[in-house]
């Protein structure tokens, strides 16, 4: 059975459903029900995307929910459909629909839902050979050659479905046995505890970036004890001893690059501000485009790879010795 359910909100400790979708086939994939489940969220509607901004539409008459049976008066029917031993329940990025459901329980006083859930990005993700990109079902579905426009939850979970079975066939085995090829462990929800899908693959991805993100805070906190002991040395007579400069986390993690360069800057008398929006020149990878640049950027800094940091550097000490 694979499901799609939206919400009407959805924050830290609520997910208000209002549509319960899902699509019931056999292991050939042969759609044996296909139905929409409407629930009065007793909620009004405010939706948002990943950035928490506003601008979601749902595909549905919102009034239609207001005559719908809320989530007590139909969990019974999905608890029966999720629970049942012989299902292999399914979704797409389910540890969503899953949290909301969770939520939904606590929200009525209702027992724990208790099954195993696997996932169709999980899945295409294993097959894909990236565990650090999280891909949307429309992405999924168009690089698998699958029809797909976003409508109603049903419809999302006939998709999802449409999406398993592109798998399934392209590898020449069932779904059951496309999920063991690829060494997934289903996910699991009982006492409103919740463990997610997982694979040897995804645990080596998650054990490399933990360690990637601890060098680079290791890197990083190095920089900074470097820079506060440097700074004390700082040339206040320099040439740039009114310029304030910042480096990219990229460039501050690069101990062979930053700490020569802060060095330079440091005996020309420039200041380090640790605060990218507290700068006059930003220093980074000509491709970089986050948030610390952004934030250099609004702030008026100047911004600049190292290179040019340094050319900008040379230029400004010899017409220090030109004029004098």
Not at 31 to 39: A, G, Q, S, T
Not at 101 to 113: C, D, G, Q, Y
Not at 137 to 161: C, N, Q, S, W
Request: proline share 3%.
């Amino acid at each position: 059975m694979f499901f799609d359910i939206e919400c009407a909100s959805v924050n830290k400790n609520t997910a208000k459903i209002c549509a319960f979708g899902y699509c019931l086939t056999d292991e050939d994939f042969n759609v044996v029900k296909k139905e929409d489940i409407l629930i009065n969220p007793h909620g009004g509607f405010h939706l948002t995307d990943r950035r928490g901004e506003r601008g979601l539409v749902l595909p549905y008459d919102y009034n239609e929910f207001k005559e719908c049976p809320d989530f007590p008066a139909v969990a019974q029917r999905i608890y029966a459909m999720l629970q049942d031993k012989d299902t292999l329940v399914c979704g797409h990025a389910t540890g969503n629909d899953v949290k909301y459901l969770n939520l939904e329980s606590k929200r009525f006083s209702l027992p724990s839902f208790a099954f195993d859930f696997a996932d169709t990005q999980y899945v295409y993700m294993c097959l894909k050979g990236d565990m650090k990109r999280q891909y949307s079902l429309g992405k999924i579905a168009e690089e698998l050659g699958v029809e797909f426009t976003p409508h109603r939850a049903a419809d999302d979970a006939y998709a999802t479905m449409k999406t398993a079975e592109a798998m399934s066939k392209a590898a020449g085995v069932s779904f059951r046995e496309l999920i063991k090829k690829c060494d997934i462990t289903p996910g699991r929800i009982e006492n409103y505890e919740i463990t997610s899908v997982s694979s040897r693959a995804g645990r080596r991805a998650k054990e490399e970036a933990r360690q990637k993100k601890e060098r680079r805070e290791k890197a990083m906190a190095e920089f900074h004890r470097f820079a506060d002991v440097s700074s004390r040395k700082r040339n206040k007579t320099g040439v740039w001893k009114s310029v304030r400069v910042s480096f990219s986390h990229r460039i501050e993690e690069n101990e062979k690059e930053a700490f020569p360069l802060l060095k330079e800057l440091l005996a020309a008398g420039a200041k380090y501000a640790y605060k990218s929006a507290e700068c006059d020149m930003y220093v980074c990878p000509e491709d970089e485009n986050g948030l610390r640049r952004r934030s250099a950027e609004e702030a008026g800094a100047k911004i600049v790879t190292a290179a040019e940091c340094r050319a900008a550097l040379c230029e400004a000490l010899q017409n220090e010795k030109r004029e004098v």
